[in-house]
Nanobody
């Protein structure tokens, strides 16, 4: 059974930075593609970024150049470094294994002055 726990969210001013962390337990973490998703109020959940076991990354167009996804296979951690944050980045951010039912509970990110 895989468990995913996010942390690192909070309130930040526009232009600021946050680093989200996701700790995985159980399962074979190192062979899995991992992803960060987000859901803003009144909107559908959307994929933000993914990283394969070989560390190939992909990003939603709106975050390219601002967000960086990374992973530590030994510590079973996935990170999302978010820079130049905008109010439209406000959402609950979730860690997940794409294509599976494994999701964390999410961490709130609020970008506001």
């Amino acid at each position: 059974q895989v468990q995913l726990v996010e942390s690192g969210g909070g309130l930040v001013q526009p232009g600021g930075s946050l680093r989200l962390s996701c700790r995985a337990s159980g399962g074979i973490f190192s062979i899995r593609t991992m992803g960060w998703y987000r859901q803003a109020p009144g909107k559908q959940r959307e994929l933000v970024a993914t990283i394969t076991r070989g560390r190939t990354t992909s990003y939603q167009d709106s975050v390219k150049g601002r967000f960086t996804i990374s992973r530590d296979n030994i510590e079973k951690m996935v990170y999302l470094q978010m820079n130049s944050l905008k109010p439209e980045d406000t959402a609950v951010y979730y860690c997940s294994i794409p294509g599976t039912a494994y999701w964390g509970r999410g961490t709130q990110v609020t970008v506001s002055s």
